[in-house]
């Protein structure tokens, strides 16, 4: 039984260092990779735009105006959110 056991133990050290090299890899990766996605999310803005039902029509008018000026390609999509009946 004590064999076991320091055998797993052997094992799972052993695998230790494989996943700190393997997690410093991610870390390279993504750091490396994280400048150039804020970058193109800085030119866009949201992609979307949510309104309450008390909002005012010069509100919404105003926040399609706005979101216009950052994109070119404008769909606008409204939908009613269905409630709960109790």
């Known amino acids: 039984m004590l064999i076991r056991n320091l055998i797993l133990i052997l094992a799972m050290l052993s695998l230790l260092p494989l996943g700190l090299l ?13 400048p150039d996605m804020e970058q193109k999310k800085a030119g866009q803005g949201p992609r979307s735009i949510f309104l309450s039902e008390k ?14 000026k950052n994109h070119e390609h404008l769909s606008i999509v409204i939908s009613e959110e269905e409630k709960e009946k109790r």
């Open 55 to 68: 909002s005012s029509d010069e509100e919404i008018l105003q926040a399609i105006h706005d979101y216009r």
């Open 22 to 34: 393997l997690m410093r890899r991610i870390d390279r990766y993504l750091d490396g990779n994280h």
